[in-house]
């Protein structure tokens, strides 16, 4: 059975950063592209980041240029999302997702406020 489990989330302030994880299961994970997708209150999901199997960033969205790394662990299963500097719009459910199919996790949300 596949599971995608996201962690990490929580309430940071304006100007700060966040590190989610992602965890996959009942998979190969090395051989899965993984996505990090994002649904702001009132908004529809946007792709924020996606990293491929070799480990490199091949998608990342114009509203985290510059603020955002996405790394991974074959020997964890996991993959990290890093957020910095990071603004209210940044206020979210973070989903993560196996590229290629509706294998979905079940989302984290982060608040930015003061």
């Known amino acids: 059975q596949v599971q995608l489990v996201e962690s990490g989330g929580g309430l940071v302030q304006p100007g700060g950063s966040l590190r989610l994880c992602c965890v996959g299961?009942?998979?190969?994970?090395?051989?899965?592209?993984i996505s990090w997708y994002r649904q702001g209150p009132g908004k529809e999901r946007e792709l924020v980041a996606t990293?491929?199997?070799?480990?490199?960033?091949?998608y990342s969205s114009d509203s985290v240029a510059g603020r955002v790394a996405i790394t991974r662990d074959n020997n964890e299963n996991t993959v990290y999302l890093y957020l910095d500097s990071l603004k209210q719009e940044d206020t979210a459910m973070y989903y993560c997702?196996?590229?290629?199919?509706?294998?979905w996790g079940q989302g984290i949300q982060v608040t930015v406020s003061s």
């Open positions: 997702r196996r590229f290629g199919t509706e294998d």
């Open positions: 299961s009942g998979f190969t994970f090395s051989a899965s592209a």
């Open positions: 990293i491929n199997t070799l480990g490199e960033i091949t």
